[in-house]
């Protein structure tokens, strides 16, 4: 802002900052010699003169002037011993002000008086020119004494102006009245000048009020930055340093300022150049200092703290600044860590895991002999589900331990995922000792464990790539590994397995069969056939199950338990279930309306789809009634969620549509599944009826089974039925509603079912006489 502009904004309201304020009323009491000197100078002047003229009034006006004089000085001795003491706010200035306006202006006014005085009592000219001049040389000392107040300079002109310049026009002669209109503008340029010298105070003031603001304000900021900062002249001295800069180089504040770079020598013995390790923090702040260009560099703190120096060179020296990266570079440490590590196991993860495999183990883009071993927990997701995930954390923290333990010297380690280890050994590359390595990892992990209170026996199943033998690429080694994994498990948990050639051809015939069956899809190469399910009762095919065939067109037939699994493992099956869905539930229009069709839902599905949405805009779609839509499910379908499983078939049980309990007897919970799910059907397994003939145990547990579904009102289906004898002891021995098998026919394609639907509801063929047509 505008100085005069603030000046006037200023005296407009009379308010000037504390500082300012306080600052003019201490310049009225600086220069108290003068006062001395003053006082002094017009007692001896009134004294003369009335030596001179034997006239009383001048010594009293000597005496008069001497008492304020005296009491003018003693107030200036006074305010300064207020000034010592502190604590003062501008009410205590403004009566000192007050104070000092009274007594000079009390001063100056006897000397008007006086001179007023002597033009009355005396017309000698001495005395004339001695009043008049103590007078006006006191005025012109208000200029240097006064200026900072205009009330003070204003008050005395006139309080001195006006009794001399009445003398002069009144009692003197006509050269006097010509020396009283030249007073006139002696009195006004008197009044300019100390106008102006107060200008150039205020303007003094206000600029080093401002400034000492502009100081506070940054030393406030560069005393609260997180930085240290400091400023080095052209003679290597610290110029401006603030708190942080001396606590980053174990020197207070107040001995920066003014130090010298040497001075850094008494920093302790920790700092050092991270990257050189040699030179000290002086040396390297006096090697920037020598340059031209920034340059940046750390050094160590003691309690292993890393400071960050970054030096940028100005004309005539240059900025040092310091920042304490310790919770940055452990922060990144940590990150880095999170990136590369398994927070659980710390073992390297996937990702850090290759890398380092490349890293240590590449040459000339291939990886040197080496053995790679893919690991897999046995039975881990049990104990993981039953004994809660905290405990399942644990074990793999053990498991990995386990593992590092029984490496051989150079291996790599990582946790793969899950339940999944990858162990590198290099240079290990023949068979045997590849197996006897396996073999110990096993071992190992077969050792019990008591973990919490719990004692848990864990395995472990691998399989093994060989490197070059097998592949010379980490992650075809990987793929291989997993390969033989999986042919490990096949073979038995607990063991171990070499990928191998026709391993090899395994997985690409698999992976042919997985292109394959895309295609078929969208070529229309499945089709749906059907099987009969006979009502022993009523002697008629109360249900026709939709079963899946492919005959591809190059390879002929194949068997839906090669491409199932595929289907599964792919994703492939929800696509495929909603086909044959869709095109179960258009045939089964063109049956006789109480014949039912009966579709498998695979526990994929279960996972990949909300299947009570997907029947429900099936039956939209095609307009089939839902009280002739069966939905069959296995029990390995509830294995993974019994809670949403069961829910979902409430809600298909809702909306009509039948469920049907399928292989019944092969798992693990059969019997609880009868009474917690919405059954409408329960058909049993074929190894109930494989040794039934002359095997009274078999008969008797058949029996049994059929018995306990039947009192659930479950309608009892049996699977498997091949041979006429098997259908006779059924009827004469167990409660079952109805039967599946060869006996009664084979799957079909669709035309040929309802040729034999046709036929029964023409002429009411008997059971036997339509599976032997």
């Known amino acids: 802002m505008n100085f005069r502009r603030r000046l006037k904004q200023t005296e407009a309201r009379k308010a000037p900052p504390s500082d300012v304020y306080q600052s003019v009323v201490r310049s009225l009491y600086a220069d108290q010699m003068t006062l001395v000197v003053g006082t002094i100078s017009t007692f001896i002047a009134a004294h003369i003169i009335y030596v001179k003229s034997l006239d009383p009034v001048h010594l009293v006006f000597a005496l008069l002037l001497s008492f304020c004089g005296i009491k003018r000085i003693v107030d200036g001795r006074a305010f300064y011993r207020f000034l010592e003491r502190g604590s003062a706010d501008d009410g205590d200035f403004r009566r000192w002000e007050l104070r000092y306006l009274v007594w000079g202006s009390a001063y100056v006014g006897l000397l008007g008086t006086w001179c007023l005085a002597g033009f009355m009592r005396s017309t000698d000219d001495f005395i004339h020119l001695m009043t ?68 150039m105070l205020l303007d003094a003031v206000y600029t080093a009020h401002d400034n000492r603001l502009i100081a506070e304000r940054f030393d406030a900021a560069l005393n609260n930055i997180s930085h240290g900062i400091a400023m080095i002249d052209s003679e290597q001295r610290f110029v401006v340093a603030n708190g942080r800069f001396g606590q980053l180089v174990g020197l207070r504040r107040r001995d920066m300022v003014g130090a010298t770079l040497d001075d850094l020598e008494k920093v302790p013995a920790q700092l050092r150049n ?110 993981n589900d039953s004994l809660g995930h905290s405990v399942g954390d644990k074990l793999l923290c053990l498991i990995a331990d386990r593992l590092r333990s029984k490496l051989v010297r150079g291996s790599l380690i990582c946790r793969f995922g899950g339940d999944e280890f990858v162990v590198v050994a290099p240079g290990m590359t023949k068979r045997d000792q590849c197996g006897e390595f396996a073999q110990s990892l096993i071992d190992e992990i077969n050792q019990p464990l008591d973990l919490d209170g719990h004692k848990i026996v864990v395995g472990a199943t691998i399989g093994i790539a060989l490197c070059p033998e097998s592949s010379s690429d980490p992650d075809q080694l990987l793929k291989f590994s997993d390969a033989a994994l999986y042919q490990a498990k096949a073979r038995g948990r607990g063991s171990y397995s ?81 086909f044959v869905l869709d095109e179960a539930s258009r045939e089964c229009l063109k049956w006789p309306g109480d ?134 002891l059924l009827r004469n021995r167990v409660p079952v509603d109805e039967v599946q098998g060869w006996l009664f026919g084979r799957a079909v394609p669709a035309a040929d079912v309802r040729e034999l639907l046709g036929a029964e509801a023409r002429g009411g063929i008997e059971a036997d006489q339509a599976a032997a047509g």
């Open 274 to 383: 991270v990257k050189s390790g040699r030179r000290t923090l002086r040396d390297e702040i006096k090697r920037c200092h020598a340059g031209t260009s920034p340059h940046r560099f750390s050094y160590y703190l003691p309690q292993d703290r890393i400071v960050e120096a970054s030096y940028h060179p100005m004309e005539n020296g240059g900025v040092v600044l310091l920042e304490d990266i310790t919770v940055r570079v452990e922060s990144e440490e940590e990150i880095r860590k999170l990136a590369s590590y398994d927070p659980l196991t710390h073992l390297p993860n996937r990702r850090f895991f290759m890398s380092e495999v490349y890293r240590l183990l590449s040459h000339r883009g291939e990886l040197k002999p080496c053995s790679v071993y893919f690991l897999d927990l046995d039975k881990f997701k049990e104990i």
């Open 132 to 199: 008049v001049a103590a007078t006006l040389a006191y005025l012109v000392g208000i200029t240097g004494r006064n200026f900072g107040s205009d009330r003070v300079v204003s008050v005395q002109l006139l309080a001195a102006g006006v009794p001399l310049m009445g003398g002069l026009l009144l009692f003197g002669t006509g050269y006097h009245v010509v020396l009283g209109a030249f007073l006139f503008p002696f009195f006004l340029g008197i009044r300019l000048i100390s106008t102006r010298l107060r200008n």
């Open 595 to 728: 014949v039912r069709v009966a579709v498998n839902v695979s526990s994929i599905q279960f996972q990949q789809t909300d299947v009570a949405d997907v029947v429900a805009n099936s039956l939209a779609r095609t307009g089939l009634d839902p009280h002739r839509l069966e939905i069959e499910v296995t029990e390995s379908s509830m294995l993974d969620s019994i809670e949403g499983t069961t829910h979902t078939l409430n809600q298909l049980s809702d909306i009509g549509v039948r469920i049907s309990l399928d292989d019944f007897g092969t798992g693990f919970s059969s019997l609880s599944y009868l009474h917690s799910l919405p059954l409408d059907k329960v058909k049993i397994d074929r190894s109930f009826i494989e040794n039934i003939i002359g095997d009274e145990k078999s008969i008797t547990l058949l029996e049994g089974v059929a018995q306990l579904s039947g009192s659930l009102g479950l309608t009892v289906v049996v699977e498997g039925v091949e041979t006429q004898e098997q259908l006779d």
């Open 498 to 578: 070499f990928y191998s050639k026709e391993l090899g051809e395994q997985i690409l015939e698999r992976r042919q069969t997985e292109l394959d069956l895309r295609a078929a899809i969208n070529r229309g190469e499945l089709q749906i056939h059907y099987q009969p399910l006979f009502d022993i009762d009523r002697r008629r095919i109360s249900t026709c199950e939709a079963l899946l065939r492919w005959n591809h067109t190059e390879r002929g037939f194949i068997p839906p338990s090669v491409f199932i699994p595929i289907a599964e493992e792919t994703g492939l099956i929800s696509q495929i279930g909603e």
